[in-house]
């Protein structure tokens, strides 16, 4: 098989794969500081050990959500650099940017509607390491998020517009019956 046939297969493989997926076996979502557009929808794919991360926010500025932390130190999480397509998977520090991380998401689509960026990634639900998160498989569950947004496009102090918050997952048939998210 040559390299441009191995690409090709390597695509529609892939591609079909995703067009026969089941329903997630359970979803989060939260809306987080609606005056800047910025939500959070994750479902995960137990058979497939995958994760889907929804994110919106604001395009001209930096954005981020923290994975099972109630502080920044230590907690992995996925920033948005403002007015690029550019994503960083970092390990925070203490009140600070933290360490890059090696890329483990893979970019399903970034988009900008009316000056709101909307990513969409898959990962792995298991972190490379214990820098990266490793999502839980379990259908209902708590999930501890930190997150924020900047006044600049670039990755620094984010002032006061962080918070932290609890997301709640279900299955799809149970949110669909009125269960909480």
């Known amino acids: 098989m040559t390299g441009a046939s191995f690409l090709l297969w390597t ?23 609606e005056q800047v557009n910025l939500t959070v929808q994750i479902s995960l794919y137990f058979d497939a050990n995958e994760v889907e991360i929804v994110f919106q926010g604001p395009n001209e500025y930096f954005h981020g959500i923290g994975f099972d932390g109630v502080e920044m130190n230590g907690t992995y999480a ?13 390990q925070l520090g203490l009140n600070a940017p933290g360490a890059l991380l090696k890329p483990s998401i893979q970019v399903v689509s970034n988009t900008v509607s009316n000056n709101v960026r909307t990513v969409n990634v898959r990962r792995n639900m298991t972190g490379l390491n214990d820098e990266y998160y490793s999502f839980q498989r379990q259908a ?8 924020c947004y900047g006044t600049t496009p670039s990755i620094q102090y984010h002032g006061p517009q962080r918070n932290r918050t609890s997301i709640y997952f279900s299955p799809p048939s149970q949110q669909a019956k009125g269960y909480p998210q």
Request: hydrophobic share 45%.
């Open 11 to 33: 695509s529609l493989s892939y591609a079909l794969t995703y067009a026969l997926r089941a329903t997630p076996d359970t979803v989060a979502s939260a809306v987080l500081y």
């Open 140 to 147: 209902n569950q708590e999930l501890n998020i930190i997150y």
């Open 78 to 90: 996925i920033l948005v650099v403002g007015a690029s397509t550019e994503l960083q998977e970092r």
